[in-house]
T-cell receptor
């Protein structure tokens, strides 16, 4: 089975711009979670989608949004980028049950200048 | 507030020495705790979960509710154990809180 894929792998944007990141889960997985990873804060949970519905949400401002499509692929959008949004954004997929392991993608490295 | 604390950013041990990576949590409910590992140039992956009570790659972790801890232990460290280790607390169905991680370096 192919693993979780994320595109693009690297992005450079400037302050004020918006960005869309994509995550393709493992085939058959219906849950996709997004995380922000920074050296100072570690991994922080953004949100989780299951069957096109947001089930859980972290403590991030409304500039961070996401969606999930019927094929379980997910996108994350960040509007009005700030310097502090520079981070590695990870997504993870799972079957969606409480005991199901989540599998992580390689991440998208976003740099905001 | 829910929190996971990993007090050590870096832990260096010699090969063959015992390893203990510390994790403390703050949560009023019944905790579900996990250890994740990220080897160099690899993806973050699950190492073990407390409900399984299993040993993976020689690592074990016991949940101590009295001390609100979930320390990761291995009696004899190997060089291939060098990696970044994250402790995580799951809230509800699928919301995780991760610690800031501990880098383990096993010296030859």
């Amino acid at each position: 089975k192919a693993g979780v894929t994320q595109t693009p792998r690297y992005l450079i944007k400037t302050r004020g711009q918006q960005v869309t990141l994509s995550c393709s889960p493992i085939s058959g997985h219906r849950s996709v979670s997004w995380y922000q990873q920074t050296p100072g804060q570690g991994l922080q949970f953004l949100f989780e989608y299951f069957s096109e519905t947001q089930r859980n949400k972290g403590n991030f401002p409304g500039r961070f949004s996401g969606r999930q499509f019927s094929n379980s692929r997910s996108e994350m959008n960040v509007s009005t980028l700030e310097l502090g949004d520079s981070a590695l954004y990870l997504c993870a997929s799972s079957l969606g049950g409480t005991d199901n392991e989540q599998f992580f993608g390689p991440g998208t490295r976003l740099t905001v200048l | 507030a829910q929190r996971v604390t990993q007090p050590e950013k870096l832990l260096s041990v010699f090969k063959g020495a015992p390893v203990e990576l510390k994790c403390n949590y703050s949560y009023s409910g019944s905790p579900e705790l996990f250890w994740y590992v990220q080897y160099s140039r690899q993806r973050l992956q699950l190492l073990l979960r407390h409900i399984s009570r299993e040993s993976i790659k020689g690592f074990t972790a016991d949940l101590n509710k009295g001390e609100t801890s979930f320390h990761l232990k291995k009696p004899f460290a190997q060089e291939e154990d060098s990696a970044m280790y994250y402790c995580a607390l799951r809230l509800g169905t699928y919301k995780y809180i991760f610690g800031t991680g501990t880098r383990l370096k096993v010296l030859a």
